[in-house]
């Protein structure tokens, strides 16, 4: 582990208009030396309104976590933490962060390098900017290895998944207090396999294949049964397969929803937005509604790999990986907005197509956040002006 380097940089924001009247800023492109490069994760707020997130890789390093503070219209970049490309506790971090109450960070490291005992990691940055290991995944897999997911943070818990190991080889949720202490649960059978969303609070979350039909599923965890499968996706469901997205999840006067997203299939082949929407109170047991289905090959965008956010007014968010109109399928930024009428396919709106000719950021694999003024932020893996990926502002 590389002791903590300090990178403090200020850089001028180019903003352009996009397909949908919205004012696009990249705030950060990503160079691929100090500051590593290719995101794949979206970036979290503070009640401050600095930015904090992970890059994934670098020339010079094995990743970072960064923070961003806005600065008389402009903002500052700095590095929190660097992963050393021989890095034997942590590297490579592609999940995103969670922040507790007292400004603490956690996320994980999806591999380990060299001589350990540990094939991957959960880490916490302290409000003071010290680094530490919580949990080192052994090397042998039966607690879970590749953690790819965000983690989730309540009250002195962190949730995650792991895409691979386990008992079965198909990955595991784990649950781990912020003193250490560790369990978890293997996906087995047809419950499930490869999790690449994040663990809910509510206790659901998705695989990207396995299930009953071998196409993906939505699971919970049950604290008595354990893993069970809620819905499994199939090559010709409506609703799409192949979820990679973390799920939404509100209550909407008064009952439970789920919003959720897959990355290919359904009525277009590139994927849809789905809703769950919980029968009676506490049933757990739910009705599918396919809200907008992605054409492959679209201007408007397809492939959605990221989940989605939602505004105070009900509107949901999201990005699409590939499509758009630059010609290049950088994808696109995008909303969606209640039908007239119930259970009928939502009205969709390209908020922004990135644009590689604008220097824009490409291929979104991250969702969206919200600060207290409406405006959204992003990362993209790609693009940008080194080709490294960006952090960039929506204002819708």
């Not at 409000?127 to 949990?135: C, D, P, Q």
């Not at 990955?171 to 003193?179: A, E, K, N, R, Y």
């Not at 695989?207 to 071998?214: A, C, R």
């Not at 969606?336 to 220097?359: A, C, I, M, Q, R």
Request: hydrophobic share 30%; net charge negative; aromatic share 12%.
């Amino acid at each position: 582990m590389r002791a903590k380097a300090i990178l403090v940089c200020t850089f001028l924001v180019i903003s352009v208009v996009g397909a949908g009247a919205a004012t696009y800023q990249t705030i950060h492109s990503f160079t691929g030396y100090q500051d590593a490069g290719s995101p794949f994760a979206g970036v979290i707020l503070d009640q401050y309104g600095d930015l904090y997130g992970v890059a994934a890789w670098g020339e010079w390093n094995e990743g970072t976590i960064f923070q961003l503070t806005p600065s008389q219209g402009a903002w500052n970049f700095r590095v929190l933490h660097e992963f050393d490309l021989h890095d034997t506790e942590a590297a490579a971090p592609i999940g995103g962060l969670v922040m507790d109450e007292a400004g603490n960070l956690y996320g994980t490291g999806s591999v380990v390098h060299g001589p350990s005992d540990a094939c991957s990691s959960v880490f916490e940055v302290s409000a003071t900017g010290t680094f530490t290991i919580l949990h080192s995944f052994p090397y042998t897999g039966e607690e879970g290895c590749d953690p790819e997911t965000t983690l989730t943070y309540s009250s002195g818990w962190l949730r995650g998944t792991t895409k691979g190991g386990g008992s079965d080889g198909q990955g595991t949720v784990f649950s781990l207090d912020t003193s250490g202490n560790f369990q978890f649960n293997s996906f087995i059978g047809k419950k499930g396999s490869q999790p690449l969303s994040a663990f809910s609070l509510w206790g659901y979350g998705t695989t990207y294949s396995g299930g009953k039909k071998g196409q993906g599923n939505i699971y919970k965890l049950d604290p008595v049964k354990g893993l069970i499968s809620k819905h499994s996706f199939s090559a010709d469901s409506r609703a799409g397969h192949s979820p990679m997205g973390d799920l939404l999840t509100l209550y909407v006067g008064g009952v439970r929803i789920i919003y959720g997203t897959t990355s290919a299939g359904g009525a277009g082949g590139g994927g849809a937005v789905y809703r769950l929407t919980e029968i009676e109170p506490n049933s757990d047991r739910w009705r599918t509604t396919v809200l907008h289905h992605f054409t492959s090959g679209s201007d408007e965008g397809w492939a959605p790999m990221a989940g989605l956010t939602a505004d105070t007014a009900g509107n949901l968010y999201g990005t699409t990986y590939s499509g758009g109109q630059d010609g290049r399928g950088c994808g696109t930024v995008f909303n969606l907005s209640p039908g007239k009428k119930p259970n009928t396919e939502w009205n969709y709106n390209v908020l922004y197509s990135f644009d590689l000719n604008n220097g824009d950021g490409c291929n979104p694999m991250s969702g969206l956040t919200f600060d207290k003024a409406g405006n959204l932020y992003g990362t993209t893996m790609k693009g940008g002006e080194n080709y490294r990926g960006t952090v960039y502002q929506i204002t819708p």
